[in-house]
C-alpha cells in the first residue's frame, strides 16, 4: 500500500520532509500540499511534487478524501489546530516539534487522542532515530550500571539577532529535553538555569551561553550548557556517568587526517547534517505505522511532557529559582 500523505507548512523542512518522502523513502507519496504562503507550496510542488494537489487551506488538506496521513511542518503555533483536526478526522499525524506552544495546547491534543482511542500523532523528536542515541541508549541500559549523572552540551556556530534567551529552551534544549527522559527512561522533577559569563559573540537579548540543570524522579542529576553563538561549528554533546562507567554519544563520523604536524578532523557547522539520517528514519517509521493507520515514535504525550519541561526552564530563566516540575499521571493509552 502507498500512503498518500499531505504535507501542510512546505517552509524548510516541509519541502525538506517531501523530497525525503517523494526520493528516499518507499511506501508513500506526498499527494498534497498546503502553505499559508501559496508561492512556497507551488514551488515545492514544481521542484518535489509535481503530482501533489495544492489546497489554500490545511483544514481542506486534511479532510480531503485523497490523502491518508498528514504532516504538520507549519510554524509552532499552527500545530495544535492541524494536529486535532487530523484526530477528528481519524488520520495518523507526524507534527514536527513542538507538539504545541502551550502545555495546555499540548494536554488538548493528548486528550482528543485518548478520547479517539487509537494513537494517531507522532511528535518529530528526531533524535530518537540517530544511530548514535540508538548506540549510547544500549550502552546505558545495560553496561554502566545505575546512571547517576548526565553532562550534556548543545552548541550552535551562530544564531540570527532574532534568536531571543527563551528560545534556548523551546528551540534548542528542547531536543535535550525529550532525548535524555528517553535515554533514562525517567522523568523531570526540577529545573534551574544559571549564567555563566556572557560570551561577546552574543546580541543583547540573547543570554549565552546557559546552563540548564535537570533533576529527574530517579534522582538523576544533568546539566546541559547551551551554547548558541560557540563559533567553532554545531556540536551535540552528551555523556551518561554510570555506577559502574561512562559513555559518551559517538561523534559523527568524519575522515581524521594527518598532514603537515598535525592531526585533524572537520567539525560539521550545520545542524541539518548532524541529523539527516535520523529524519529518514523518523519519517520511514511514520510511514510504516500509518499504513496500519496509526502513528508510532514519540507520542503526543512526549510532546506534553517537553511542553510542560520547557515552560518550567523558562521559569527559571527568568526567575533564577529552581522551578519544580510536576506531571498528571500518564493515560494507559500511553504505555
Ligand atoms: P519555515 O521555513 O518558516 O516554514 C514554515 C512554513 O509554514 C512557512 O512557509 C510558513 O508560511 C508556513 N505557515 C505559517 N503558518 C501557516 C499556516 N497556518 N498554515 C500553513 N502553513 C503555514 O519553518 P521551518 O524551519 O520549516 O519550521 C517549521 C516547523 O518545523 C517548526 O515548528 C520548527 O520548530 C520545526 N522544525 C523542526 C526541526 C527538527 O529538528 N525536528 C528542524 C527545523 C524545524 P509563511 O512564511 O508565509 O509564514
Redesign the pocket.
Known amino acids: 500500500m502507498t500512503v498518500r500523505i499531505g504535507v501542510?507548512?512546505?517552509?524548510?523542512?516541509?519541502r525538506d520532509h517531501t523530497r525525503r518522502i517523494n526520493q528516499v523513502l518507499s511506501g508513500a507519496e506526498v499527494v498534497a500540499l498546503?502553505?499559508?504562503?501559496p508561492d512556497?507550496a507551488r514551488a515545492v510542488q514544481a521542484d518535489l511534487a509535481p503530482g501533489a494537489k495544492l489546497h489554500d487551506r490545511?483544514e481542506d488538506l486534511i479532510a480531503s478524501a485523497d490523502v491518508d496521513a498528514v504532516l504538520v511542518?507549519?510554524?509552532?503555533a499552527?500545530?495544535e489546530a492541524?494536529v486535532l483536526a487530523a484526530i477528528a478526522a481519524g488520520k495518523p499525524v507526524f507534527c514536527?516539534?513542538?507538539l504545541a506552544t502551550t502545555a495546555e495546547a499540548a494536554l488538548r491534543i493528548v486528550e482528543a487522542e485518548a478520547a479517539h482511542g487509537r494513537r494517531l500523532v507522532q511528535v518529530?523528536?528526531?533524535r530518537r532515530y540517530d544511530a548514535g542515541y540508538r548506540m549510547l541508549k544500549q550502552v546505558v541500559d545495560r553496561q554502566i550500571g545505575t546512571p547517576l549523572m548526565v553532562h550534556a552540551a548543545h552548541r550552535n556556530q551562530s544564531v540570527p539577532e532574532s534568536y531571543l534567551t527563551p528560545m534556548a529552551i523551546h528551540?534548542t534544549l528542547i531536543?535535550e529535553i525529550d532525548v535524555l527522559r528517553w535515554l533514562l527512561d525517567d522523568d523531570y522533577v526540577s529545573a534551574q538555569v544559571v549564567f555563566p559569563r556572557k560570551s561577546r559573540h552574543a546580541h543583547a537579548r540573547l543570554a549565552d551561553p546557559q546552563i540548564v540543570l535537570l533533576e529527574t524522579k530517579k534522582g538523576v542529576r544533568i546539566d546541559v550548557e547551551v551554547f548558541v553563538n560557540c563559533q567553532y561549528g554545531y556540536d551535540i554533546q552528551c555523556q551518561v556517568v554510570g555506577e559502574e562507567g561512562l559513555a559518551n554519544l559517538p561523534e559523527p563520523m568524519t575522515i581524521a587526517m594527518r598532514r603537515e604536524a598535525r592531526l585533524q578532523s572537520d567539525i560539521l557547522v550545520d545542524?541539518k547534517q548532524r541529523?539527516i539520517d535520523s529524519?529518514d528514519v523518523e519519517l520511514a517509521d511514520f510511514i510504516q505505522a500509518a499504513a496500519r493507520g496509526t502513528a508510532a515514535g514519540p507520542t503526543a504525550w512526549d510532546g506534553y511532557v517537553a511542553a510542560i519541561t520547557s515552560d518550567a526552564c523558562v521559569e527559571a530563566q527568568e526567575s533564577g529559582r529552581i522551578v519544580p516540575i510536576s506531571l498528571p499521571a500518564r493515560p494507559a493509552h500511553y504505555d
Not at 498546503?34 to 504562503?37: C, G, L, N, P, Q
Not at 511542518?73 to 509552532?76: L, V
Open positions: 501542510i507548512g512546505t517552509g524548510m523542512i516541509g498546503s502553505d499559508y504562503s512556497a490545511g511542518c507549519s510554524t509552532g499552527t500545530h492541524y514536527e516539534k513542538p518529530g523528536f528526531m528551540d531536543h545542524w541529523f529524519y
